[in-house]
């Protein structure tokens, strides 16, 4: 592994609503920032609908990337590797990069703007239980039952409205396979990509009887080339893709033609990468500590933002219902993973906030104050407890019980058709009301995260810690909630922004020092976890701290919380039943 002090890697983070580049030194270090906002379309008559652009992604990208190298005033020579992660968006194609729209209507299959699917679009529900009816052995590497928000579904929502000859023009991408490849000019594709949402099975590649049995069989009869892996090309985290950066998308960028770039990933799992080999920080003193790469085993990756995902490695492949994976080689060759999540959580608080008649009041306390609507609700809290003589939010609402899942369930039921509930309302709509309906929010949330977790580790996961990554991990009172409910360790990253945008700078890294056609996978392994190490910062470990009354409060809070998904599965069969 080289060592050089000089180096710089960047880092291109496409979330939900944004494109972030990140200028990184060797050793971790943040140089530079930049966040560009890109646009998403919305169907005011279907709520379902989520569409976004790889020309807007790539346009945010290109100025982020300018604007990192003018804040540093560094020289593009010195940038000696790039990588990217995105969510796990189906973005399409023609052959010659054109983008193809997705909009249902008269415009579908033709050149235009709108060609990605965003991971939230719930369009494809339909084509998921025709999926999920199959009983074919895809399922068992998706924990059962797929999601609508995978890119198979999608495509096959695409194929069965779009004009035969205008679907066989397209390439179907997950987006951060789309950007390597407008990056490079390269179609390789990356193991994360195809195998986490695109139906690759591990040890075994593409299965010709579930695409035919489906309605894709043009995918078996032109060898998969619209979903790109022919041949096997696929590549683990951070290889090098073909023969680095393009000469057009160099200059795009303002970097040098021939930069090596890393094999993609998914977002969240950039988040897994950016956070998983932190050492920490218990109060002021580091542990002694250093990871090895099987620590890795028994720490979660939590990557919480609009929606969270739940990542664990394993040495050997874990089955376990309602969550995804295991999935094969996404980062480490020879490793599993395994990937829970909740649909909305980012996005569900800041509903339950928005939502409330007391939102206007909460906007103009924070305006008068000078300060976030969050610190307004937790002072509110703060109050309330001491009004009532309680001693923690757990007990201030112990007679309130919210279940979460208002977009559905990803993990671990899998069930898109699950939906939110209170119970024990009353006729008050106050800022003290929504104060307790914020903390409820924040509640449920935890509750499912031990959920997931429980679920993990009963089917031989060993989990005993969680590593934060994202914008929820800034909310420290969430963090210890997390911390109590789960009963485990929280890890938070020394700059919880910048956790996911540093996991894509190591691919960069990948790609400037290991070799595209390694064969000694132990070697490749190591070098990737030594680089981890070395460019991963400590981060501030939260200890459970419940009391004994809370931690009881929260016991009897999670059995109620497995009761109501129960409860409303039984009153949706007796609806169902009613309307025959």
Known sequence: MSSNPNAYYIGVDVGTGSARAALVKQDGTLVASSTVETKTWRDPEDHRIFEQSTTDIWN???????????????????????????????????????????????????????NIVLWADHRAEEEADLINSTGNTVLDYVGGVMSLEMEIPKTLWLKRRMKPELFARCQFFDLPDFLTYRATANNLRSTCSLTCKCSYVPNKGWQPDFFQKIGLADFVENSYKQLGGVGGQIATAGLPVGNGLSQQAAEELGLIEGTPVGSAVIDAYAGWLGTIAARYKEGDKLSDYVPNLDESRHRLAACAGTSTCHIVQSPQGVFVNGVWGPYKDPVFPGWWMNEGGQSSTGQLIDFMIKTHPAYPKLQELAEQQKTSIHSVLHDELVKLRRENGVESNTELTKDLHFYPDLHGNRSPIADPRMRGSIVGLTLDDSLGDLARKFY???????????????????????ITSIYMSGGQAKNIPLMQLFANTCKMPVVLPA????????????????????KSDTKDLQQENDAKWKIMVEMTPSGTLIAPSASAKEKKLLEAKYKIFRETIEIQKRWRKEIEEACK
Not at 442 to 461: C, F, P, S, Y
């Open 495 to 514: 700059n919880s922004g910048a956790a996911v945008v540093l996991g894509a700078a190591m691919l960069g890294r990948f790609a400037a020092e290991l």
């Open 60 to 114: 945010a990208i290109s100025k982020t990337v300018k604007a990192v190298l003018a804040e540093a005033n560094v020289s593009p020579s010195d940038v000696k590797g790039l990588g990217f992660d995105a969510t796990c968006s189906l973005a399409v194609s023609d052959f010659n990069m054109n983008p193809i729209t997705v909009t249902k209507g008269d415009q579908l299959g033709q050149i235009g703007e709108r």
């Open 440 to 462: 409820i929010t924040l509640e449920g949330i935890a509750l499912q995260t031990r959920h997931i977790v429980d679920e993990m580790n009963a089917k031989g996961h060993e």
